[in-house]
Structure formats: structure tokens, C-alpha cells
């Protein structure tokens, strides 16, 4: 594909990605503004870089002209959250707006079933439509929900991983699974410090209540 | 209403002018991104600040309790062009989205209907739905598409009005009205230019085609 | 060069490009925070693109390893004002500012001289340091002063410089003197507004004296 | 003091996060585009909020009229960065710009001297020129530098000690103390990684020099 058509295929999914990151962001904005508590840290989103595109096409046996409808990810979504409880605040924010400014495709839950890898993170497929200046479009995109120690630990996962592609020393690799670990430790002391919290609240009302 | 109430209730215009603005923009970008020429020159939007929304209530003696379904431009989009012609190119792009992803509700044409003050500009009033943290909630919004010396005018108008309010010296009228005559004057020698600049390109392929 | 490199002699200009903008914008935020009046209406930025740098490095003889010490306009920070007058107090902050976080090296004034295309704009060269992460680094920048007229015509008369290269058809060239004539009569019934509104706030200011 | 003079005492410090925080994500900008290593992996600021700096000077004994000398951190600045390592080329950086365009004034190592409350960061004060619309002005800023797994662990200490101000429960300041101790051991065992990592590098290329 020429880079004249790539621009044209990639365009929507600029736009995708743009306004996906203003409605998520808004969220948040909205919680802060209503001194509410927000599930939401904060949302980052980039599409796919071409070689990146084509490396997987190639992986995957996708022909050129079926990367739009086989690969789910090249407009991709990631939203940050503190506790690991807030995930699933977020999952139920985003469905209840299933056939609304999205449409759930398909939901794969990393943090119940972590990658052999140590990986963790909700994945979420939707198909999102795009208004462009030559009529509507709808592509797919993919939200990654996930703790900052989830993030933390896969965007270095992820750097070491292309850095060494197929062959990450063993030492290495027993090493990130380390850090998998202390990363999972933290999510739970995290975890326990909020249910702590929460129920000082609530023993804290019932005494205002008496 | 107390501070705190209008924040909840001017949440979602916010939220709505900050889509609105990247779904625009992103017209744009794609037009230039394709090497077309944009209708779209740039895009700016704005919440109506609370005293606005208060005087305008007074004085077209809105109850409190109504003024989210009675004024209609609370959300404000601006869409400025370089010539007329692309005024009705931009409305067009509206129109073809209408009931995807906005309602078009009303269109206003001050530019065949020019104004008394000499205000020109094409208004268009859509019904927006926003996905709020705590759930879809549809408003009103104002676009108001007008060509670069259109808005330049009207900038100045505005700023002068607010100034003098009722009282606006007789002479510093009388400017005024020249003055949007030169700025329609601009727009006129500018859709000419266009004009010229189209035929020649005409005559150019004919001969290309020979 | 090969792309990589221009990336690498391109990335301070892109950054004081970045901060030049954020600097120019704080000054209108300021006036408006204080409810003045701001000379600055907006500012944009760009770096030149390479092929235009190539372009104007041929055609001016200059050598690949001289670009950066003989092209001033590679960053290029455009503001521009509603009046006329606004221009000169702009010049005025920029040039309070030579030594400071910025040194003025060429003004060139198109607006007292007009160019013989119609060209109207007040030109500053000026010396920016730029703080990389592999230390300091001087590059030319060019900031260009104008009215909202001016930017109009100018940037119609740019696109059709760009389509007709040293062709530009005689009777366009006709149009575009008489839209740069409309232009500048547009700025001359602005200017004498703004005189008017000033000397009506006198003789309200003497009245109120009294 | 009243709003209006609250607006212009803080205009200058929005002014000096908004460059600051351009400058510092071009650091990072640079080094992903020559395709190097970032020690920046993302760029926030604030400035302090009104009700922050009254019960900072109170807390501290400040009159009103010496805030701008004495309380340090109106404006903040903060770098967080994926190793600790990465922490100290940051600070290099930051050094080498003293007496360029920022000064700096003094550091805090609460890495290397942990507070009791299990914080970590590095913190350094410096001075900044602020050109105004209305002339220089030099204020004061806080730079503080941090991992992901610091910052993760400090926004959640600041929000509990936002909650219960003086009467943290026991149980929560153990918890949080628990929490401190796997944010600290996240980052020694990514230190590790990126330790081994080095290693496998210089291994391999000995090996490719033979």
C-alpha cells in the first residue's frame, strides 16, 4: 500500500482515537468537577504504527485488504485507574453506553485470567462510528483498562519484549515475572489500604447516625 | 442556583463543546491530511458564562427551571471559512450527519438575511447527546459558520456592544455599518478571486485534454 | 541530508516553536485575566517543511550546511491583532522582552512599505536559545505582526502562489490587488472606529470630571 | 486578598507551569524522535490552589505580603520517570540549564533520605523569569522528580491525607506504610531488570567486537 492510501485507511482512526480520548477524558473531568471521587486517572490513545500493522498482518496471515476488519487494535484506548476496584466502575460506565456512542464487540478479562507472561489488563473491543468529511465510517477500536502498577509493569514488559523480540534471556524474563509480582503486591496493598478505608467511613457514619 | 448547581448543570455543555470542537477539527485535518482543499478554516467553541446565560433569561423572561430547553446556545460551536461558497459546503458536511451522531433542529441564514446591524452568518441549532458519567443526557447547541471577515466584523461588533450595550453613540454606529459593508466587500472581491481562479483551472484541463 | 538528520537539525526549531507560542498565548491570557484589553487575537506557529527549505535554499544559492545561519524563517510564529495600532504595541512587548528570553535581530516593516504584491506585515527576526536534553542551542526565529485583514488576504494570496508558481494569471493578479486594496480599506474603517470609540470614553471621561 | 488581585499575584505562576511544562515534554519529544531512551516518561504541573497557599502561610506563620518569597511550591512541576536511575539524568539536565533559562535555588533528596511517611522524590527549587505583558518577573517553582511506583504511591498518601488531615487511623498510616514498602520494592526489582538488561547489552556487544 502506498503511504498516500495508508494516510487515507489510518485517517478515521486518528479521528476515532481523538474523540475517544475527549469523552473519556470528560469523565474524569466530570467526577473532579462534582468533588466526586473518579475511577478514572487518566486515559492516553495512539493508532498503530504501520510497520507495526503490517508485522502483525504478516504474524497472522491477514491479507492487506482485511486489516480493517481482522485486527481489533489499530485505534487502541488506555485508561488508568488507582485501585483495581475502579476497573470495573469503568467496564460498567463504558456498557452503559453500548449502542448509545459505541457498540461492545467483545470483552477479555487479564486481570481474572493474567497472561502467562504476567500480564494483566481488561481489554475491551467496540466498534466506534466516525462522522469523516466523506460520510460515516465504523472501525474498531480496543480499550485497555488497567491499575498504573498494571501500566507500569507492561509498558516496561512491552519495551524489553521489542527490544528482544522472540528471544528474551531467561534471566530477564525471570526477572519481569518478578516484578509481575511485586506490581501484583502492590495493586493488593492498594486494595486492602481502600477497604480499610471504607469501612472507617462507614463505622465513622454509623457513629454520626447514633 | 448555587455555584455547585451550575457546575452539574453546565457539565455536559462543556463536555459537548470539547467534542465538538475535535469532531470539526478533525474535518479539517483530514482535508488537509488528503491534500484537498478545507471548507474549514478553523473551529473555536465556547460555554456561555453564567451572567450571559442569566441576562439573556431576564430578558426574554425564561424561568430558571427552563432555560436548559429554551436557550438554545449555551453550547457554542464557531466554524470560521475563507470564502462564502464553503459556508454551504460546511453545511452540508452537518446535514449529512444529522441523526448519526447530532439532530439538526433549526437553521437560521443571516447571510441571505443579512441582520439590521450588518450581522451576517449561517446558524445552525442541533440537539448533541453526551454520555455523562451518570449517563446520556441530550442538549442544545449553537453552530454559527461564517467566513473569516464575517467573524472579524462581528468580533468587533460584539466587543462594542457589550461596551455601549443599548446606548451605542450614533456615530460609532454609522462606523460600524461601513464598516461591515467593507468587510461584505472583501468577501465579494475574495468569491471572485475563486471564481476566476476555478475557470482558469477549467480552461487549463480542457487544454490538457486536447 | 537523510530524513533521520533533518529530524535531528529540525527539533530545536519545532521546540522553540512550542515555547514561542506558549509565551505569545500567556500574554493575551494575561490581559484577558486582568479584563484588559489584548493586542494579541491569536498565534499560531509552524516550521518550514523541508522541501520548502530546500526550495529557498536553491533559490537564494545557499548551501546545505549554511540552512541554519541564512534561513530565519525555518520557525515561524505568526500573532495577529484586530487593529492596526495593536501591532506596534506588540512590537513594543517584544522588544521589552531583547536580552531577556529572546534578542531582536531584524525588524522589517511591510506595512509602513507595503510589497509590490500587496503585502502587508510587520516582520521581526529574532534569536531564541532552545534547552535541549544535549544542551543549549541559538536558532533564528521569525515572528510576523498582523491584522486579521492582513492574515486574510495573505493567506489567499499565499495558497495562490503556491498553485501558480511564478504563472500567476493576470487578471487573478488583477483580483488579488483589488481584494488587497478591500483588505486594507477594511483596516482603515476599523482603525477609525477605534479612534472614535477612544474619543468618545474622552469627552465621557472629561464629562464625568466635571 | 481580594479575587481580582489573587487572579494577578498567580498569573505569572500559570504562566511559568505553562512553559515549564512544555519545556520538559520537548526534553522527552527529543529523545523518542532520535529514537534514544527517554528518562521522562510524562510531564504534569499545577499551580497551587488559593485555599492551599492560606493554609500553607498559616500553618507556617507567612504574612499575606511575603507568600511570593516564602512559600516555594505556588508553582509545581512534576517528572515522573520509569527507574530510579533515570531520576538522577533528569536532575543532570535540569543542572545543566542553571543560569540559562532557570535557576537553581536548592535540592532535596527524599530518595536517598526517605520521610518518615515512607514519601520518595527529588525535589528542587528554582527560580524563574516570567516575561509578563506587563514586564519580567522571577518566581519561585518546584520541580519534583519521581518513578511511576513513587508517584502511584503518593497520590494515593496525598488523598487520605487530604481526608483525615491530623487523625490518620492507625490502621490506615500502617497500611500505607505496607504499601510504601511494595512501591519500594516494585522499583528495586525494576532496577534489576534494567541492571540485567545493561549486562546482556555490554555481553553482547563484546561478543560482536570479537
Known amino acids: 500500500m502506498e503511504m498516500q492510501n ?3 485507511v489510518l485517517l478515521p482512526y486518528n479521528q476515532a482515537v481523538d474523540e475517544l480520548k475527549v469523552k473519556f477524558k470528560s469523565i474524569r473531568k466530570e467526577f473532579i468537577a462534582l468533588d466526586e471521587y473518579s475511577p478514572i486517572e487518566f486515559v492516553t490513545g495512539r ?5 507495526s500493522i503490517l508485522e502483525k498482518a504478516q504474524k497472522k496471515n491477514i491479507p492487506l485488504e482485511e486489516i480493517e476488519e481482522k485486527i481489533e487494535d489499530i485505534a487502541g484506548i488506555r485508561i488508568m485507574c488507582q485501585f483495581v476496584e475502579d476497573i470495573y466502575k469503568v467496564i460498567d460506565i463504558i456498557k452503559a453506553r453500548d449502542r448509545k456512542d459505541l457498540v461492545v464487540v467483545e470483552e477479555r478479562d487479564y486481570i481474572t485470567n493474567t497472561k502467562s507472561s504476567g500480564y494483566r489488563s481488561y481489554h475491551m473491543i467496540i466498534k466506534y ?3 469523516t468529511g466523506h460520510g460515516e ?4 477500536a480496543e480499550i485497555q483498562i ?3 502498577a498494571m501500566n507500569f509493569w507492561a509498558t516496561i514488559e512491552h519495551s524489553l519484549r521489542y527490544k528482544y523480540k522472540q528471544n528474551m534471556p531467561k534471566n530477564i524474563q525471570e526477572r519481569l515475572n518478578k516484578a509481575a509480582e511485586a506490581a501484583f503486591l502492590l495493586d493488593q496493598e492498594m486494595a486492602e489500604i481502600r477497604e480499610e478505608v471504607l469501612k472507617c467511613q462507614e463505622s465513622f457514619q454509623e457513629e454520626s447516625n447514633l
Chains 1, 2, 3, 4 share one sequence.
Open 6 to 8: 495508508w494516510k487515507r
Open 47 to 51: 493508532v498503530k504504527k504501520i510497520s
Open 129 to 131: 462510528p466516525v462522522q
Open 137 to 140: 465510517k465504523w472501525i474498531f
Open 146 to 148: 488497567r491499575t498504573l
